[in-house]
């Protein structure tokens, strides 16, 4: 902190501001200390930098006009990550036993998508992309099966694109929950995706040209995976040989959720699969946590949208 944040009038100002030095008026002690650090440390950044008139109100303008993109701002400034990392840190520090690892969930979700049977086709068939089957078992730390798991998957098209966020898409195009059988075996149809970017010319692509950075993910599969008397888990796997792979810039590549890809172009191979061109395959397997609380079993309280 320079000495003219931590000097005695702005400390008295910056006490004032946040309601620190009022302890007897009405609101939480925490928010308090929250509004007082976060001012604090605003405060510091422009005395540090040397910031001036119009540098200050030219950034509160960019943030104020960048606020649609306010998700993506959280994944590519490491938000959503460092979240991860605090989750993961906590678990460790509890002796959680660690099941399959959650990555972030980013801005594009949607809830509400179809309920389908294991072995269901998710893309809509109008993306020519290579064809994929994904498949796995739902399983507990005993490696035993659960049955009455749910995997909500959802995933860009051949352009990177998701679904309701891109018009031209069907409704719930390659967005499922698909009902894991009573072996815990789950399994769909798809297209392999591509990578995404974020929107040029946007706040965040700004943002990120500003400091150097590329707005690419590489191409990855989202996954909530779901069960009565476990853990939500929140993760990704990640398409193997994406040149993106471990340069994310949402830093949501883990080890341990890069499933190999197998290409498989045997006729035998490809007719059995009911398809009619070589296709990918990939075999991934979810362990979940029990649930200590009936709290852990349920999504965060993010705002999501929710069609149905
Ligand atoms: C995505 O598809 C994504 O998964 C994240 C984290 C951010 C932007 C787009
Ligand atoms: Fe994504």
Known sequence: MTDLTTSPDIEAFLDKISG???????????????????????????????????????????????????????????????????????????GVPPGTPRTIEGPLYVGGAPLVESGARIDDGSDAGEALIMHGHVRDLDGKPVPGAVVDVW??????????????????????????????????????????SVPPGGSTDQILKAVG??????????????????????????????????????????????????RKSDPADIHAAGLNAPFAQIAFDFTLTPASQAQEEVLSERPRVLVD
Do not use: C
């Not at 005395?47 to 303008?61: G, I, P, S």
């Not at 998700?71 to 678990?91: P, T």
């Not at 860009?156 to 390659?174: E, I, L």
């Not at 769909?188 to 995404?196: D, L």
């Open 213 to 262: 950075r590329h707005g690419n993910r590489p191409a990855h599969i989202h996954f909530f995976v779901r069960a009565p008397g476990f853990r939500h888990l929140t993760t990704q796997i990640n398409i193997d040989g994406d040149p993106f792979l471990h340069d994310d810039f949402a830093y949501a590549t883990r080890d341990d959720l890069i499933p190999p890809v197998e």
């Open 20 to 94: 620190v030095d009022n302890p007897q008026a009405e609101g939480a002690p925490r928010t308090k200390q929250i509004v007082r650090k976060i001012i604090a440390d605003l405060f510091d950044t422009i005395d540090r930098f040397d910031v001036t008139e119009d540098e200050f109100w030219k950034a509160l303008n960019f943030v104020a006009a960048g606020a649609p993109e306010f998700g993506l701002w959280a994944a590519g400034l490491g938000f959503e990550h460092f979240l991860d990392v605090r989750m993961d840190l906590k678990d460790a520090a509890a």
């Open 155 to 196: 995933h860009a098209n051949t352009k990177g694109n998701y679904s309701y966020f891109d018009p031209s898409q069907s409704d719930y195009n390659m967005r499922r929950r698909i009902k894991a059988d009573a072996d815990g075996r789950y399994e769909f149809r798809s297209i392999v995706p591509s990578g995404y």
